[in-house]
T-cell receptor, first 112, second 113 residues
Framework: DAKTTQPPSMDCAEGRAANLPCNHS???????VYWYRQIHSQGPQYIIH???NNETNEMASLIITEDRKSSTLILPHATLRDTAVYYC?????????????FGKGTKLSVKP | DGGITQSPKYLFRKEGQNVTLSCEQN?????MYWYRQDPGQGLRLIYY???????QKGDIAEGYSVSREKKESFPLTVTSAQKNPTAFYLC????????????FGEGSRLTVL
C-alpha cells in the first residue's frame, strides 16, 4: 500500500472549518483514501473514505485532487470534541489489510 | 449494540510473566487485527487473521502469539520474550467485502512493573 505524508500538528478555532491535508503521491489506481481519527487513549474511529470523487458524510468531507496525489479532510465546523489525531491511509478496498500503515498522523487541536 | 470489546482495559504484570489480552467482536466480521501503539507514535501491526484458524504475522510479531479458534474471538498473548511490552494494545475487525473500514476496540493498556 502507498505511503502518506501529513503535517504533525495543526490548530483550528472552534466553529471554523478544519482542513487537514494528506499527500499520497505514489497512490495506485485501485487504492482508496481512508481517514480515521483517534481521541486520546481511545481506539481509532473511521471517518470517511473515497477513490477519486469528493465524498461527504455526517462527520466530514473528503476532497481528492484530480491527479489523486493528495487529499484534504474537511471538518466544516470544528468543535472541542474534534481534538484528536487524524490518520490518512491509502489501501486497496477489500484487499488484505495486513499492510495498513498508520503513521503518526496530524494532531488537531481545536481551541475556544 | 454491535462492536468490539477488549479486556482488561488496564493490566499490570511483572517481568517474566505471560499475559493474555481478550478481543471479542459481534459484528460477524471475518478479519481481525492486533496493533500496538507507543506514546506519540502511530499504530504498528502485530498479527492479523483473515479467517478462523488462520493468522499472519505483522511487522512486530516477535514476543507475541495469537489464536483464532472462533470467528468472534482473537486473543493476544504477550509473552516473556517480548522485550518492551509496556504499550497500548488495540484490536480491530473488518469485513473486507463491504466498505472495508476497520472497527476498533477501546484498547488495553499494559504496564510491566
Amino acid at each position: 500500500d502507498a505511503k502518506t505524508t501529513q503535517p504533525p500538528s495543526m490548530d483550528c478555532a472552534e466553529g471554523r472549518a478544519a482542513n487537514l491535508p494528506c499527500n499520497h503521491s505514489t497512490i495506485s489506481g485501485n487504492e482508496y483514501v481512508y481517514w480515521y481519527r483517534q481521541i486520546h487513549s481511545q481506539g481509532p474511529q473511521y471517518i470517511i473514505h473515497g477513490l477519486k470523487n469528493n465524498e461527504t458524510n455526517e462527520m466530514a468531507s473528503l476532497i481528492i485532487t484530480e491527479d489523486r496525489k493528495s487529499s484534504t479532510l474537511i471538518l466544516p465546523h470544528a468543535t472541542l470534541r474534534d481534538t484528536a489525531v487524524y490518520y490518512c491511509i491509502v489501501r486497496v478496498r477489500g484487499g488484505s489489510q495486513g499492510n495498513l500503515i498508520f503513521g503518526k498522523g496530524t494532531k488537531l487541536s481545536v481551541k475556544p | 449494540d454491535g462492536g468490539i470489546t477488549q479486556s482488561p482495559k488496564y493490566l499490570f504484570r511483572k517481568e517474566g510473566q505471560n499475559v493474555t489480552l481478550s478481543c471479542e467482536q459481534n459484528l460477524n466480521h471475518d478479519a481481525m487485527y492486533w496493533y500496538r501503539q507507543d506514546p506519540g507514535q502511530g499504530l504498528r501491526l502485530i498479527y492479523y487473521s483473515q479467517i478462523v484458524n488462520d493468522f499472519q504475522k505483522g511487522d512486530i510479531a516477535e514476543g507475541y502469539s495469537v489464536s483464532r479458534e472462533k470467528k468472534e474471538s482473537f486473543p493476544l498473548t504477550v509473552t516473556s520474550a517480548q522485550k518492551n511490552p509496556t504499550a497500548f494494545y488495540l484490536c480491530a475487525s473488518s469485513n473486507a467485502y463491504s466498505t472495508g473500514e476497520l472497527f476498533f476496540g477501546e484498547g488495553s493498556r499494559l504496564t510491566v512493573l
